[in-house]
């Protein structure tokens, strides 16, 4: 059974840093280096949306326009984790951010290219 779980959301203020890690269980290592690993974001009242997305086989990355410039992604293969480094917070980062795994198949925005998901970890940036 595959699990993905994230951590590292928190309350903090306009400008701030955060770090999310999603680790990853239930893969072999060969299956986790042949996947793609998501991070979407949801605001209340909002649709769920693309923020970043890494092969940790290629190392190849994507990021949607939230996440350029702002938003880092890696991965740590070794423990089957990816990290979304993310800097110069502003309010309108608050969001559930959750991780994904178990790319099928299209683009690495679509939720439906993803067959498991994290509960989440949420991060709110004050004003």
């Known amino acids: 059974q595959v699990l993905v779980v994230e951590s590292g959301g928190d309350s903090v203020n306009t400008g701030d840093s955060l770090r999310l890690t999603c680790v990853v269980s239930?893969?072999?290592?060969?299956?986790?280096?042949?996947?793609?690993i998501a991070w979407f974001r949801q605001a209340p009242g909002k649709d769920r949306e693309f923020v970043s997305a890494?092969?940790?086989?290629?190392?190849?990355?994507g990021a949607g326009a939230s996440a350029k410039d702002r938003f880092s992604i890696s991965s740590d293969n070794s423990k089957y984790m990816v990290v979304l480094e993310m800097n110069n917070l502003k309010p309108e980062d608050t969001a559930m951010y959750y991780c994904?795994?178990?790319?099928?198949?299209?683009?690495?925005?679509?939720?439906?290219?993803?067959?498991?998901w994290g509960q989440g970890t949420q991060v709110t940036v004050l004003l």
């Open positions: 239930g893969l072999t290592f060969s299956a986790f280096e042949r996947d793609v």
């Open positions: 994904a795994a178990g790319f099928t198949s299209g683009w690495w925005s679509e939720e439906k290219a993803f067959g498991h």
């Open positions: 890494i092969s940790p086989g290629t190392g190849r990355t």
